[in-house]
């Protein structure tokens, strides 16, 4: 019994055979895409490969162009973008985003409760050093007990003001 | 040789097909090499404790001396020895006639092998000059320019007692290629105390790192894809003016590319316009040389299914086209402050240079070997292995970058750029980091299956006849 699927078998169904070509690919250009010039034929022949004289899409006319007029704009227009802060607008400070920059970048010492962990725990923390007393702190960081400054860890204002906005919500 | 009891073959063989042969040969050598290094360092991200096991493993397997191993075997070592190879073949081919020198061709092709084996073996050793892609120490350097400039003397003594008087599109993308080469390499590799550091040293090796890709392999990338497809499609080039178009806005636009690499760096705003505004006219040349493909290729676009050659040079070029729509988009301001730094830039690195150029580049040794060794190729099956596990394995590795990428980016923007943040972020990676060693797998396991039909083509593939079309069209 021959298994249907045998390739050898000379019943065995054989796969399509890809299309005949087109019309268009017996003619390599239709009269409207074709150049004048000065060799009258149709191609030049070098090296055994014929080069046509098709004329360039309007498309990419189109394109050249567009893109001449960009680059000119764009030269005497843009302005730099400093960081990637800028390059998204930075929301306005708030609580909920204090925390996220807490657990990134606090969490490794601090606690939210009152436990110590490397740092004191900041359970309270707003009421203990006042509000001038925790931005200074924020800012400065604590150089003499080994605290960074909060900006040296790249944070930036705005981040800063959500920090604070969600340490003073840790009250006792 | 055996060449020559083949019945009905020509006794007469192509001067210069040794080189050719040489050339081919080893940057099948250093394509693997290359891309067996590119997986252990895959592997060691997805798992760090990968060949750490003892003292010499942990001296030699870091990724600082096999992440520069594997992008110079993979930029020097493969894709320029090979397109070696192929200007060794097709400008003899164009001009109709032989090689000019063969025993200089041989020279050179010592020489070069010699040269990056020593250099390749200097970067695993610590020797370095830290310069991305341009890690080569200076000795080794020196060694590429020569062997360069012999090339092109070759070449063009070859060019000028050539038999054809009319020079063919891809004579100039090829002997331009050569002048490129040399500048570039010789621009990024002066060492640091003769420039100063900081960022002018960074322009410096910008040009370097973006005109290697730029004005080498892809003018001579091009200029091959010129070569191949009137061949395999038996069909003129659609337009000489386009082939005009694209070849001088390459040379006029390219060499401008590298302070994008530097947009909002410590450089004046008018040096990152002068990146940032030709990187987006580049999409003039790289559109006119694929308006040209698409011409010569309307209404036999069928031929694709047929010839799997073909099919690799389509996908290279199509490949192309596409790290091009990326590569101006990167270098807009606004989206390079999100993609640098991250692992978007790892899948826009190889797009161009496996997904464009290897794809090429695999397609002429397809075409040309048998008309230097007078064997077909062994296995169309094998070939087409080759073709869908590349092309696939790419795409995995791809997407993968380039997703991983874009979270990476919007992450660290959003604050997660350091702290446990950054570790979260990390984590989080992890999955894409996994894909990435799988869609690389699935390349070397094409690669192999490329290496293995090569070596069987030259050993046993079928001995072409007298009558076969290919002894007609070199």
């Known amino acids: 019994m021959a298994d249907p699927r045998d390739p050898k078998d000379p019943n065995h169904p054989q796969p399509p055979v890809t299309p005949a070509p087109t019309d268009l690919s017996q003619q390599f250009m239709v009269e409207e895409e074709i150049e004048e010039h000065r060799d009258k034929g149709v191609y030049t022949d070098s090296s055994d490969i014929q080069v046509g004289h098709g004329k360039v899409p309007k498309f990419l006319k189109f394109v050249y162009a567009a893109l001449a007029f960009w680059g000119l704009y764009y030269a005497l227009a843009a302005s730099p973008i400093n960081d990637r802060h800028e390059a998204s607008p930075t929301a306005a400070p708030t609580a909920e985003a204090g925390a996220d920059v807490f657990s990134a970048s606090c969490a490794g010492c601090h606690n939210v409760t009152a436990e110590r962990k490397i740092g004191p725990g900041l359970l309270g923390v707003h009421e203990r050093l006042g509000d001038q007393g925790l931005d200074d702190v924020l800012h400065k960081g604590r150089p003499d007990k080994g605290m960074p400054a909060p900006p040296s860890l790249n944070l930036n204002e705005s981040q800063i003001q959500s920090l604070k906005l969600y340490l003073t919500s840790l009250k006792k | ?474």
């Open chain 2, 1 to 474: 040789m055996s060449q020559r009891a083949v019945k009905g073959v020509p006794t007469h063989i192509p001067k210069g097909s040794t080189t050719v042969k040489i050339f081919f040969y080893f940057s099948i050598f250093y394509l693997l090499a290359s891309m067996i290094l590119g997986l252990i360092v895959s592997l060691k991200s997805v798992n760090p404790e990968f060949l750490t096991g003892n003292r010499f493993l942990q001296e030699y397997f870091t990724y600082g001396r096999l992440r520069p191993t594997h992008t110079n075997t993979a930029l020097v070592g493969w894709l320029t020895t090979v397109n070696f190879g192929v200007l060794f073949y097709g400008v003899p081919a164009l001009c109709k006639t032989g090689l000019w020198s063969e025993k200089l061709g041989l020279i050179t092709a010592i020489l070069w092998n010699v040269n990056y084996i020593g250099g390749a073996v200097s970067l695993l050793a610590g020797y370095q000059t830290g310069v991305e892609y341009a890690e080569l120490p200076l000795l080794f350097d020196i060694g590429v320019v020569i062997c360069v400039v012999l090339t092109f003397w070759n070449l063009f003594q070859t060019t000028r007692y050539r038999k054809e008087r009319v020079l063919y599109v891809s004579m100039w993308y090829w002997l331009g290629s050569l002048l490129n080469l040399a500048i570039v390499y010789i621009v990024g590799n002066i060492p640091v105390e003769w420039i100063g550091s900081g960022s002018t040293q960074m322009g410096y090796y910008y040009f370097y790192l973006h005109n290697i890709v730029g004005l080498w392999f892809t003018v001579v990338g091009v200029g091959t894809i010129y070569y191949l497809l009137p061949k395999m499609v038996q069909r003129p080039i659609y337009s000489h003016k386009l082939s005009l178009i694209g070849f001088w806005m390459i040379i006029a636009f390219y060499s401008w590319n590298g302070p994008h690499h530097l947009v909002n760096g410590p450089i004046p705003l008018w040096l990152m316009k002068a990146g940032i505004i030709p990187s987006l006219l580049l999409l003039i040349p790289v559109w006119s040389v694929l308006a040209n493909v698409i011409g010569t290729m309307k209404g036999v676009w069928f031929k694709v299914s047929q010839q799997i050659g073909l099919k690799f040079l389509i996908t290279g070029a199509l490949f192309y086209g596409l790290a091009c729509i990326q590569g101006p988009f990167q270098a807009l301001m606004g989206p390079h402050a999100i993609l640098h730094f991250t692992y978007w830039t790892v899948g826009h690195a190889h797009m161009p240079l496996f997904g464009g150029f290897s794809m090429v580049a695999f397609s002429a040794i397809y075409y040309i070997l048998p008309r230097i060794t007078y064997r077909h190729i062994y296995s169309q099956t094998l070939m087409n292995l080759h073709y869908w596990l590349s092309v696939l394995g790419f795409l995995i590795f791809g997407f993968a970058m380039w997703t991983a990428g874009i979270i990476q980016g919007f992450e660290w923007m959003d604050g997660k750029q350091l702290g446990s943040g950054f570790l979260q972020v990390m984590e989080s990676l992890h999955i894409f980091l996994i894909s990435r060693a799988v869609g690389g797998s699935l390349m070397f396991l094409g690669q192999i299956a490329f290496a293995w039909n090569i070596y069987r083509s030259a050993k046993a593939g079928q001995v072409v006849t007298a009558d076969d079309p290919i002894l007609v069209s070199r």
